[in-house]
């Protein structure tokens, strides 16, 4: 299924990401997440690709895996950088093969042991590439930054960018991380002064583990607000209590912006039911209210 169609009817999307698993027991553990996941009935789910292809084979693999053993539709993540465009030719030709009719379209950061310079600066080459080559046989998506991201000069300017995305064909945007809704509902409504008006999919990152998760804020440029750094931090050796704050956050976080009118949620897992489904079991009602 075309993930495009289905946002197009104005409905609500449910998504989870995941990465594809380095080894058996990695896989086993994937296994075990979707078969707890899989009965919210998600619209899709997705897995990462490491900037570079050091995932390539690897992503290929779970996407293969994921598409034959739960029958979901499954978006694979491509990067451009530092690959050339025979390379990523060939990557589409073979997911087309597989069936696969939708993939998020992402520039990525080069890795530092990989300096080749590719045919992409930017992820809207690789958006074009998609729609020269496959026309319409893939629906694409991209990332969105309501921070701005780290590279930008601004906001506004990121915005521009996103917009280039857009007008190059791709159909629907997924937010990095953010911890407070702030900065979505700002970035929505700039959104809507350029006249963007493509679905937006919120990037919901549960907070279970609080180094890693400064980690990855730190990485992206994710405000961590200071109460809930407050509150994390007096309790970051107790697993279980980091667990129960973080998701808690969470789930306030989410009831708000289902009481603004969000598109969808896509859950990045890191691989784990737990906390997904603490959130969607809290928000259930509403959650179900609003899918089609
Ligand atoms: C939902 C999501 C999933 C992700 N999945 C992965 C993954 O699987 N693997 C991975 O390696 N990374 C992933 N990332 C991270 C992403 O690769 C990085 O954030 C990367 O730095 C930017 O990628 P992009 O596609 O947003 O790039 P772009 O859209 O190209 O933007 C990058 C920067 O360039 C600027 N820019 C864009 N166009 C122009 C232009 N024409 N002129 C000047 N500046 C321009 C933008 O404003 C921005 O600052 C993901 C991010 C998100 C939000």
Redesign the pocket.
């Known amino acids: 299924m075309k993930i495009c169609d289905y946002l197009r009817e104005g409905n609500f999307s449910l998504s989870f ?1 995941f990465f594809p698993p380095k080894d058996q027991k990695g896989k086993e553990q994937l296994e075990r997440t979707l078969e707890r996941l899989v009965r919210y009935r998600p619209n899709f789910v ?1 897995v ?4 570079g292809g050091s995932t390539r084979e690897r992503t290929v693999e779970t996407v293969g895996w994921i598409k034959e053993r739960f029958g979901l539709t499954v978006m694979p ?1 491509l ?1 451009c ?1 530092a690959h050339d465009e025979g390379e990523v030719l060939e990557l589409l030709r073979l997911y087309e093969r597989m069936g696969v009719e939708n993939v ?6 080069r890795p530092k042991d990989n300096p080749k310079e590719g045919f992409c ?4 080459d690789l958006v074009r590439l998609i729609k020269r080559e496959f026309g319409d046989r893939f629906c694409v998506g ?4 309501p921070e ?5 000069k601004s906001l506004e ?2 915005v ?3 917009k ?2 857009l007008e190059a064909g791709a159909e629907f945007a ?3 991380m953010f911890f407070d809704n702030e900065y979505f509902f700002r970035f929505r409504d700039l959104l809507a002064k350029k006249g963007i008006e493509a679905p937006i999919l919120v ?1 919901v990152m549960p907070i279970t583990n609080f180094k890693q998760i400064k980690k990855f804020a730190d990485l ?1 440029g994710a405000t961590i607000p200071l109460d809930l750094a407050r509150k994390l931090s007096e309790v970051q050796d107790k697993p279980e209590e980091v667990f129960k704050v973080g998701v808690e956050y969470a789930i306030r976080q989410c009831e708000e912006l289902l009481d603004h009118g969000v598109d969808g949620f ?1 859950f990045y897992t890191l691989n784990r039911p737990e906390a997904t489904e603490a959130i969607i079991e809290a928000l259930r009602d509403k959650i179900f209210s609003v899918r089609k």
Do not use: P
């Open positions: 990401e997705s990462t690709y490491g900037a993540h990067t950088v998020l379209a992402l520039r990525g950061d600066r930017y992820a809207v991209v990332a969105c930054y701005g991201h780290q590279e930008a300017e990121d521009e960018h996103l280039e995305k997924i937010t990095q990037g992206c896509h």
